[in-house]
Nanobody, 125 residues
Framework: QVQLVESGGGLVQAGGSLRLSCAAS????????MGWFRQAPGKEREFVGG????????YYGDSVKGRFTISRDNAKKTVYLQMNSLKPEDTAVYYC??????????????????WGQGTQVTVSS
């Protein structure tokens, strides 16, 4: 079992950058595929991106491709979401999630068993 804690959210102007972190507990972090999702008020949870167990493969949702980058440090048990060129429509609560079953990154929230509490990102215009 793994516990996840996000940090790094906040208020930023459009065009700015933020880096979110997701720290995990437990001895087997490297066995989890990690995903980032976000949810804006009144909207469904959206897949932002994911990263493979080794960090060698990353995948992104269409709305963030070219602007966001996911990385992980298995020694530190942490996954990161670097967000550049932020837009007001990126405003949401951002969640990290972990999956150990499938072994590949998927953009389906129901696939992930463990979730952080979320961190708010607000982008002002």
């Amino acid at each position: 079992q793994v516990q996840l804690v996000e940090s790094g959210g906040g208020l930023v102007q459009a065009g700015g950058s933020l880096r979110l972190s997701c720290a995990a507990s437990g001895p087997t972090f490297s066995m989890y595929v990690m995903g980032w999702f976000r949810q804006a008020p009144g909207k469904e949870r959206e897949f932002v991106g994911g990263i493979s167990r080794s960090g060698g493969s990353t995948y992104y949702g269409d709305s963030v491709k070219g602007r966001f980058t996911i990385s992980r440090d298995n020694a530190k048990k942490t996954v990161y979401l670097q967000m550049n060129s932020l837009k007001p429509e990126d405003t949401a609560v951002y969640y990290c999630a972990a999956d150990r079953k499938l072994g590949v990154v998927v953009g389906i929230s129901a696939q992930y068993d463990y979730w952080g509490q979320g961190t708010q990102v607000t982008v002002s215009s």
